[in-house]
């Protein structure tokens, strides 16, 4: 059973243009959405983050919207820029008295076109 | 100079053998986690250890046993081997654990790929 779902395998944008990365749950208590950007042969990277009483957060390029009712979240990169190419991994965590859960999705590749 | 650092970058080994994975991170970070991506690229996190104190343990064999001798360093150790456990292992770091609710940057090492022969 998948808790986190990008349904997703890639996106394809032009350089200035809008890039969307979709990312669903299931679990409504999930505390917290991260999202990672991952380039080949190295490890994930952090990006941004979204605490489950926002529905909004923005940094620089990024911003990573939430829509609890819709149990959706998304990460949108504008200007996208040929850097941007990678595989972008949604998280979700939960966290219960001592202990905790992180849940990733399967990712998204994306690829800018200059 | 590396953040979080893992060796091998690369393990080929038979099946039923005890391999071993190192990590260690020179960011004063409290945390420290190994997650596993299999074949499919789902990433999932198998332990974490909060001050040298195991936080969480998702289901995985325990054929598979994390070991922090200090704050700095979670290395892996897999006993006996099997097909299934070929993968690419990540080791990461964050300063907070997942416990604090709050912002968790999680710094990854560069991965170790496990080919079981």
């Not at chain 1, 219960?96 to 200059?114: S, Y």
């Amino acid at each position: 059973d998948q808790q986190v779902k990008q349904n997703s395998p890639s996106l394809s944008v032009q350089e200035g243009r809008i890039s969307i990365l979709n990312c669903d749950y299931t679990n409504s208590m999930f505390d917290y959405f991260l999202w990672y950007k991952k380039y080949p042969a190295e490890g994930p990277t952090f990006l941004i983050s979204i605490s489950s009483i926002k529905d909004k957060n923005e940094d620089g390029r990024f911003t990573v919207f939430l829509n609890k009712s819709a149990k959706h979240l998304s990460l949108h990169i504008v200007p996208s820029q040929p850097g941007d190419s990678a595989v972008y991994f949604c998280a979700a965590m939960r966290v219960a008295g001592n202990t905790g859960k992180l849940i990733f999705g399967q990712g998204t590749t994306l690829q800018v076109k200059p | 100079d590396t953040a979080v650092s893992q060796t091998p970058k690369y393990l080929v080994t038979q099946m039923g053998n005890d391999k071993s994975i190192k990590c260690e991170q020179n960011l004063g970070h409290d945390t420290m986690y190994w997650y596993k991506q299999d074949s499919k690229k789902f990433l999932k996190i198998m332990f974490s250890y909060n001050n040298k104190e195991l936080i969480i343990n998702e289901t995985v064999p325990n054929r598979f046993s994390p070991k922090s001798p200090d704050k700095a360093h979670l290395n892996l150790h897999i006993n006996s081997l099997e097909l299934g456990d070929s993968a690419v292992y990540f080791c990461a770091s964050s300063q907070g654990s997942l416990l604090d609710r709050g912002d968790n940057e999680q710094f990854f090492g560069p991965g170790t790929r496990l080919t079981v022969l």
